[in-house]
C-alpha cells in the first residue's frame, strides 16, 4: 500500500507540473484549470456531505440501524429548499 500511495503522489506532481507548465506557455488556460478544479473539489465535497450526513445512510446499523426516524420535522435534511421553511413544520404522524 506504501508503494502506491508514493506512486500516487509522484503521478500527482508530475500531473500539477505539467498543468504549470501548459499555463505558463498558454495564459488563457488559467481559466479553464480553475474552473475543472472548482468544479472537481465542489463534487468531491458534495459527495462528502451526501455520505456523511444524509440521513439514508447508516454507518452505524449497530447502534443506530434506521437513522431516518430520528428526524424530526423541523430538520431540513435537503441541500436546498425554495418553497419551505422547516422550522415552522409541525409533525404528521405517529411516533416509530
Partial sequence: IAVFIAFGAGA????LRQIIGQAKKHPSLI??????????????LFVMRLA???PDVSWDRKNN????????????????SVNVDYSKLKKEGPDF
Avoid at 12 to 15: E, R, S
Avoid at 74 to 80: A, L, S
Fill in 12 to 15: 500527482l506532481g508530475c500531473k
Fill in 31 to 44: 481559466p479553464l484549470f480553475v474552473f475543472t478544479g472548482a468544479g472537481g473539489t465542489g463534487a468531491a
Fill in 52 to 54: 456523511l450526513f444524509n
Fill in 65 to 80: 440501524p434506521e437513522p431516518w426516524n430520528k428526524l424530526g420535522p423541523n430538520d431540513q435534511y435537503k441541500f436546498y
